[in-house]
């Protein structure tokens, strides 16, 4: 039986070569999945010294035990801070529950406030009436605020623009972490939140002294706005109308 020149020349040259394996490779493959770390705002500051603190404590433990202490950090000099899962970057604070991502989420310090960011997993923030074992480095309630507002629970997610913390609304958690972090200290008093009669520690002066900073800060802020409206009204476009007149 005759196959032909070519038939020939491939029964003779062996098998096919499509079914030969290359030799392995050396190049390593990168696969850039993850994103890159969070970076707070370029106008972030340092808040006051001694003015606020974090605190932090588990739901299990103040259950089986109310008067247990709450762990603290001090938030001098510190314009952001970080928290997640990751053991390997310094300064994050360390949340191990399995629902938490290595870099979750973020809070800042930015005009006179403090903003919490979700990152890169959920957060809720809470109201302080939901917690009312809530205590200081000394072991001290602090002063309640409430409102009228029936939603005491709010989650943002990553899309989400950022949250302004108040009085009230000062107590969050990472995703579906049992482990509960607030911020004590001046925070700006929200829409509609008023302090509770007879609450938290201190006497009457130190409140209305709370008061009175509370009333400075809106009137920096009505100011700010003012100058704000002074500045759009001073547009470049403004100016060519006047110069056209």
């Not at 829409?191 to 002066?205: H, I, R, V, Y």
């Not at 400075?216 to 056209?244: A, I, L, T, V, W």
């Amino acid at each position: 039986m005759a196959y032909g020149p070519l038939a020939q020349c491939a029964f003779m040259s062996g098998p096919s070569p499509f079914k030969k394996k290359a030799p392995p490779s050396n190049e390593k493959k990168t696969f850039k999945d993850m994103l890159p770390p969070w970076k707070p705002p370029d106008r972030c500051e340092a808040p006051p010294p001694g003015s606020f603190m974090l605190y932090c404590f588990d739901m299990e433990e103040v259950k089986s035990d109310a008067s247990a202490a709450s762990r603290s950090l001090p938030l001098d000099e510190m314009s952001a801070v970080v928290f997640g899962s990751s053991q390997d970057v310094d300064g994050m604070v360390y949340d191990g529950n399995k629902g938490v991502r290595p870099e979750h989420a973020a809070i800042y310090y930015m005009k006179s406030r403090w903003f919490l960011k979700a990152v890169n997993g959920p957060v809720t923030v809470e109201s302080m009436t939901l917690h009312p074992h809530l205590k200081d480095s000394d072991g001290k309630p602090p002063k309640r605020y409430t409102s009228a507002a029936t939603k005491k629970m709010e989650t943002i997610e990553p899309m989400d623009p950022k949250r302004k913390l108040t009085r009230e609304f000062c107590v969050f958690r990472l995703g579906d972490s049992d482990r509960r972090f607030w911020i004590g200290g001046p925070l700006p008093v929200g829409d509609g939140e008023t302090e509770e009669a007879g609450s938290g520690a201190g006497n009457a002066p130190e409140s209305r002294a709370e008061r009175k900073k509370d009333r400075k800060e809106r009137e920096k802020e009505r100011d700010r706005k003012e100058d704000r409206d002074r500045e759009r009204s001073r547009s470049p476009r403004s100016r060519s109308r006047k110069r056209r007149r």
